[in-house]
């Protein structure tokens, strides 16, 4: 029978210890010396596909190894999130999402939890919402659209990116806030209610800047959501200084790993990708998208997700969101 003395264990221990880390920073070392798949959940075209291949490119420029993105759409976004997250935790497999990886937390059964599956690499940017109503529509601010729809019930509706998306919980929570009847008009996706929107078969909508820019001269801009004006919008007030609650969060683009990838691996990624999202021609190339560059270490989006979460839940259940 082998006996050890404390003294003995615990320098075995101390030795495994230094092993595992030694391995994890070898491994960081190393990486990468492979091709790496970023996984956009959504098809080819949209916004995070045009970031996703905006990084991925100047990725493989920097690093010298093929970066290639996979379009897994599906699901809300599901399909390709759980693709991240049942990966290989070797760093060789990134997610590009979206807002609605934390805003489907409280509206359906995820085959995975966002917040404790997935780790946080870098925030890449923010995109802002934009209530607008059609320009026939006899309201200049947000006081005046609540006046009119309450004296005209059953006449108005909101039109959104389909059940669960940023534009359904921001609509709900305006009707509900505002003690409305707006009827809930879904698309799929931004293409349709843009083209429904500019044919005024639908009122309102709150439209994501980052695939709504071009067609903003088009409607009438009332509001946007966030703690402050936009700099390409300053003479639209936000949401709260119109009086409205809980719309301070903006929708995001972000860069994930899955969990139990080693921490060095995750650091070497988030720092390269910070370095390139607040290089001079990204900064510029997600300006030029209506986004507001992010760039956020791991842990301050981690906090992020947190609050958002938390705001995203309180919102569906205060205004009884639902999706089939």
């Known amino acids: 029978m082998i006996r050890f003395t404390r003294r003995a264990f615990t320098a075995a221990l101390l030795a495994l210890g230094l092993a595992s880390a030694g391995t994890g920073t070898a491994l960081a070392a190393a990486y990468p010396d492979k091709p790496i798949n970023f996984v956009v959940p959504y098809p080819a075209g949209g916004a995070t596909d045009i970031i ?11 690093w010298n190894v093929p970066v290639v993105v996979e379009n897994k759409p599906g699901a809300g976004g599901t399909i390709g999130n759980n693709t991240v997250v049942r990966a290989a935790p070797d760093g060789y497999t990134v997610l590009v999402a979206i807002t609605a990886l934390v805003q489907q937390i409280p509206l359906m059964k995820l085959p995975y939890d966002p917040l404790k599956d997935l780790a946080p690499i870098t ?96 409607f009438k801009l009332l509001g946007v959501t966030g703690e402050k004006r936009l700099a390409w919008l300053p003479d639209v007030p936000t949401l ?54 992010g760039g956020d270490d791991p842990e301050a989006f981690k906090k992020i997700l947190v609050n958002d979460a938390g705001i995203y839940a309180e919102i569906v259940k205060s205004a009884n969101v639902v999706i089939d």
């Open 52 to 62: 996703g291949r905006l990084l991925a490119q100047k990725l493989s420029e920097a």
């Open 123 to 218: 925030r890449v940017a923010v995109s802002p919402s934009i209530l607008a109503v059609t320009k026939s529509t006899p309201a200049a601010n947000v006081a005046e659209l609540v006046s009119l729809v309450k004296s005209n019930p059953g006449q108005y509706n909101y039109g959104t990116y389909g059940p669960g998306t940023s534009s359904h919980l921001q609509g709900a929570l305006f009707n509900y806030q505002n003690n409305l009847d707006l009827a809930h008009i879904p698309f799929k996706g931004a293409a349709p209610l843009i083209t429904a929107f500019m044919g005024d078969h639908v009122k309102m909508a709150f439209l994501d800047a980052g695939s709504s820019r071009p067609q903003l001269p088009n």
């Open 240 to 293: 709260k200084e119109q009086g409205q609650k809980m719309f301070e969060p903006m929708g995001w683009f972000g860069i994930f790993l899955p969990a139990a990838t080693p921490a060095d691996i995750q650091k070497k990624l988030s720092d390269e990708l910070i370095r390139i999202i607040k290089s001079p021609e990204v900064t510029k190339r997600i300006e030029d998208l209506g986004l507001i560059p």
